[in-house]
């Protein structure tokens, strides 16, 4: 069984930075993409930025220039440092991650429980 646990959730100003964790743990073999999503009330979940097991990146449009996705491979963790907050970046943030648990298994999907962001002044 695979866990992730996202952390560094809150709330912020309007023009504030967070920087969001999140750690995977269990039975892992290798990790391979990893990615933070956010779903707003109302909305449908969206990509906000992922990362490939070689560090390549993708964002999506609305926080190009503003956030950036790293990962430490080692240490089975990817984050998201979020800067320049706006309103429409409240959200729950959910962390996901395709692990492969065992040599033998193939690849599956797992997600985090979500972190709430709140950006208000």
């Known amino acids: 069984q695979v866990q992730l646990v996202e952390s560094g959730g809150g709330l912020v100003q309007p023009g504030g930075s967070l920087r969001l964790s999140c750690a995977a743990s269990?039975?892992?073999?290798?990790?391979?993409?990893m990615s933070w999503y956010r779903q707003a009330p109302g909305k449908e979940r969206e990509l906000v930025a992922s990362?490939?097991?070689?560090?390549?990146?993708n964002y999506a449009d609305s926080v190009k220039g503003r956030f950036t996705i790293s990962r430490d491979n080692a240490k089975k963790m990817v984050y998201l440092q979020m800067n320049s907050l706006k309103p429409e970046d409240s959200a729950v943030y959910y962390c996901?991650?395709?692990?492969?648990?065992?040599?033998?298994?193939?690849?599956?999907?797992?997600w985090g429980q979500g972190t709430q962001v709140t950006v208000s002044s």
């Open positions: 990362i490939t097991s070689g560090s390549a990146t």
């Open positions: 996901n991650a395709q692990v492969q648990s065992t040599i033998i298994q193939r690849e599956r999907d797992y």
């Open positions: 269990g039975i892992i073999f290798s990790i391979n993409g």
